[in-house]
């Protein structure tokens, strides 16, 4: 990032908020192991329901797991979906998306039909479709969520990719004999970035809610696995009971997907002033 957009970037005090925010949380699930006070998938019955305590900071859930356990677990989980899911259907959409701008003619017309027709559809009912083929599971939310995120990716880098294969350099890379896939990586590529990276933020926080609706309705990561959509799920049944089993998880999807977009609206201003 060059200084000027760095400083600009540092300006939006809301998008370092949600940075600091994704740095503590990627943090806290990275050395979860060190950091939780129990095992996450320890069952104690005769401590289940239990209230805030100094054993317990945020209480046990119906199993007596520790909450805290299973959010920092969880957060490993769903972050770990969110961030594959996201790198896969970068991957495809930006290849997808340097190919119709480099082609052009049928091969474009026939990419905005399918990106467009990709995108009509409901995200969350594409999502649960493309499970229900697959079943239940952490490589199908994967695979749901890349699948939501494609088009969006390809149609963005085609747009950006439009004008800079018409520039003078490309041009005259072309007339020198480079391969196609060295003008696409080395020039067109570059040019692309900005707004990748941008989107690719903002998608990290869909991805997030994407996959936690997924196991919220049971579709997603399976029990036992601490995951903060299935968290959620379980607590809003238990939710008169022992109400901080629902919040946590929901505050947890919330801060992060907020954060995320936050970064992500940062990241696209100071690369972008003009717009």
């Known amino acids: 990032m060059r200084s000027s957009a760095r400083e600009r970037f540092q300006q939006n005090r809301a998008a370092v908020a949600g940075t600091v925010v994704l740095i503590l949380v990627t943090g806290a699930a990275a050395f979860a192991p060190w950091l939780a006070p129990h095992d996450p998938l320890a069952i104690d019955l005769a401590n289940n329901f239990q209230g805030a305590s100094w054993a317990h900071p945020l209480g046990t859930d119906h199993l007596g797991r520790d909450t805290v356990t299973r959010l920092l677990y969880g957060g490993r989980v769903s972050l770990l979906l969110s961030l594959t899911s996201v790198a896969i259907a970068l991957v495809i959409g930006v290849a997808a998306g340097l190919l119709a701008a480099w082609h052009r003619g049928w091969v474009d017309a026939a990419f905005v039909r399918v990106v467009d027709v990709a995108l009509s559809f409901p995200d969350m009912l594409l999502a649960i479709a493309v499970v229900a083929m697959l079943g239940p ?90 995951e903060w959509g299935a968290m959620l799920s379980r607590g809003r049944d238990l939710i008169r009971t022992a109400p901080i089993g629902a919040f946590a998880p929901g505050i947890a999807i919330t801060l992060v997907a907020l954060s995320f977009s936050l970064a992500g609206d940062g990241l696209r201003d100071a690369l972008h002033p003009k717009e």
């Open 137 to 226: 599971g952490h490589i199908s939310t994967i695979v749901a969520v890349s699948v939501l995120a494609v088009p969006t990716f390809a149609r963005i880098t085609r747009a950006s990719a439009l004008s800079a294969v018409s520039r003078d350099f490309v041009l005259a890379s072309r007339a020198a004999g480079a391969s196609t896939s060295w003008m696409l990586t080395r020039h067109v590529l570059p040019m692309c970035i900005s707004p990748i990276v941008a989107h690719g933020t903002v998608t990290l926080g869909t991805a997030i809610l994407i996959a936690s609706g997924l196991s919220f309705l049971g579709l997603g990561v399976q029990p036992p696995a601490a």
